[in-house]
C-alpha cells in the first residue's frame, strides 16, 4: 500500500515539473513573440503617440460628428481626419516654417552685428570700476582675457552656424520621412476614432484588477488628461497665440518665435508668460518706445496673464489637475527623453503615474 503511495506521490512530482517546466518554456515563449512585436512597434512609436495624443484631444467633436451622423463611425473617422489635415497639420506645418525662418533671421543678424561691433567689450576701469572688475573676472573664468574677443565671438556663431546649416539640411533630407509618418499618423488615428472604444474595452478586459478598480483607474485617467490637455496645454497654446498676435501687432522683428517662447513660458511655476512679456516690455521702455511698452504692458497684465485665472478654471471644471511644478518638470523631461514629441507626452505619463498613485491610495491604502 505505502509503496503505491509512493509511486502516485511520485508521479504527482514528475507531473508538477512537468508542468512547471512546460510554464517556463510557455512564458519564454509569450515573452520572445512580445519583444519581436515591441520591435516591429518601435520604429512607429511617434506616429502612433501623435496619433493617440489627437484622438483624445479631439474626442468631443468626434462623439458630436458621430450623433450628427446617427452613429456612422466611418465617415464621422473621415471627416475628422479631415477636420484635423486642414486645422492641424498644415498650419503647424506652417508654422514650423515660419518659426525656422525667423530663428535663422536673427541667427543671422546677430552674425551682422558681431561684425560691425568696434567698440571694446570692457567696460572702462576709470568710469565703471566695478562693472570693469566684474566683466574681468568672468571674461578669466573662460579663459578669453587677454584674447580677441571679437575673433572668439566670430569663430562661435561660425560653429553655431554650421550647426543650424547642417540640422537644417538634415530636415529637408528626411522631409520624405516626415510625410510618411504623417499620412501614417493619420491612418492609425482613424482607426482609432473608428475601434477606440471597442480597443478600450479590450484594455480594460487585460487590466488584472477588479471591475470597480479599473472604472475607477479609467475615470481618474480621463480626468488628469482632460485637465492636462485642456487646462494646461490648451491654454498655453492659446497665450501663444496672443503673444504671436500682440508681437506682431508692435512689429516685433521675430513674433512667431517670441510668442511661441511666452506659450511654453506658461509652464514655468511663479514667473508663468512673465518671462518673455516682463523683459520684452521694459526694453521698450528703457529703449524710449513708451507706447508701445504700455501696450505691451497693459496687453500682457489685463489679457493674457488672465487666462491662467479665467480659462484654465473653466477648461478643468473640478477635474483632477497636475500640480504646475510636476507639469513643468514633465514637459522638460519629456523633451529630453521624446524630443518636441515630450512637450505633450512628458505631461501625460505624468498624469498616468498620478492615477496609478491615486489608484493605490483608494484601493490598498483605502483612504478618501
Request: proline share 3%; hydrophobic share 55%.
Amino acid at each position: 500500500m505505502s509503496k503505491v503511495l509512493r509511486e502516485i506521490e511520485e508521479e504527482h512530482k514528475n507531473d508538477c515539473w512537468t508542468e512547471r517546466i512546460s510554464g517556463i518554456i510557455a512564458l519564454c515563449l509569450c515573452l520572445i513573440i512580445l519583444f519581436f512585436g515591441l520591435l516591429i512597434f518601435i520604429p512607429f512609436f511617434e506616429p502612433i503617440c501623435w496619433a493617440i495624443i489627437l484622438s483624445l484631444f479631439f474626442h468631443p467633436i468626434y462623439k458630436r460628428l458621430l450623433s450628427f451622423f446617427k452613429g456612422n463611425r466611418i465617415l464621422s473617422s473621415f471627416i475628422m481626419c479631415l477636420l484635423i489635415v486642414a486645422f492641424i497639420i498644415i498650419p503647424v506645418f506652417l508654422l514650423i516654417t515660419s518659426l525656422t525662418t525667423e530663428v535663422w533671421r536673427l541667427y543671422t543678424a546677430g552674425i551682422s552685428s558681431l561684425q560691425n561691433i568696434n567698440i571694446d567689450l570692457i567696460p572702462n576701469k576709470e568710469h565703471y570700476p566695478l562693472l570693469h572688475k566684474l566683466v574681468v573676472k568672468f571674461l578669466k573664468s573662460l579663459k578669453l582675457y587677454g584674447a580677441d574677443l571679437h575673433t572668439t565671438l566670430a569663430d562661435l556663431t561660425r560653429s553655431a552656424g554650421e550647426y543650424f546649416l547642417k540640422k537644417g539640411t538634415a530636415v529637408f533630407r528626411n522631409i520624405a520621412v516626415l510625410v510618411f509618418k504623417s499620412f501614417l499618423m493619420l491612418v492609425i488615428l482613424f482607426y482609432l476614432f473608428a475601434d477606440g472604444e471597442r480597443m478600450l474595452k479590450a484594455f480594460k478586459r487585460l487590466l488584472p484588477l477588479k471591475e470597480e478598480s479599473v472604472e475607477n483607474f479609467i475615470k481618474l485617467t480621463n480626468d488628469v488628461l482632460s485637465a492636462t490637455l485642456y487646462g494646461n496645454l490648451l491654454t498655453g497654446a492659446i497665450q501663444a497665440g496672443l503673444g504671436i498676435f500682440i508681437f506682431w501687432i508692435l512689429d516685433f522683428s521675430a513674433p512667431i518665435l517670441w510668442g511661441t517662447i511666452l506659450g511654453v513660458g506658461t509652464f514655468v511655476p511663479m514667473i508663468g508668460t512673465a518671462i518673455v512679456w516682463g523683459p520684452a516690455s521694459l526694453f521698450l521702455l528703457l529703449s524710449g518706445q513708451y507706447l508701445k511698452g504700455a501696450i505691451l504692458l497693459t496687453f500682457s497684465l489685463l489679457v493674457i496673464s488672465q487666462m491662467d485665472y479665467f480659462l484654465r478654471p473653466y477648461l478643468i471644471s473640478g477635474k483632477t489637475e497636475l500640480h504646475n511644478l510636476f507639469l513643468f518638470l514633465g514637459i522638460l523631461g519629456g523633451i529630453n527623453v521624446f524630443g518636441l514629441l515630450g512637450l505633450i507626452l512628458g505631461p501625460m505619463v505624468i498624469a498616468l503615474c498620478m492615477s496609478i498613485l491615486e489608484l493605490y491610495r483608494m484601493n490598498l491604502l483605502k483612504r478618501t
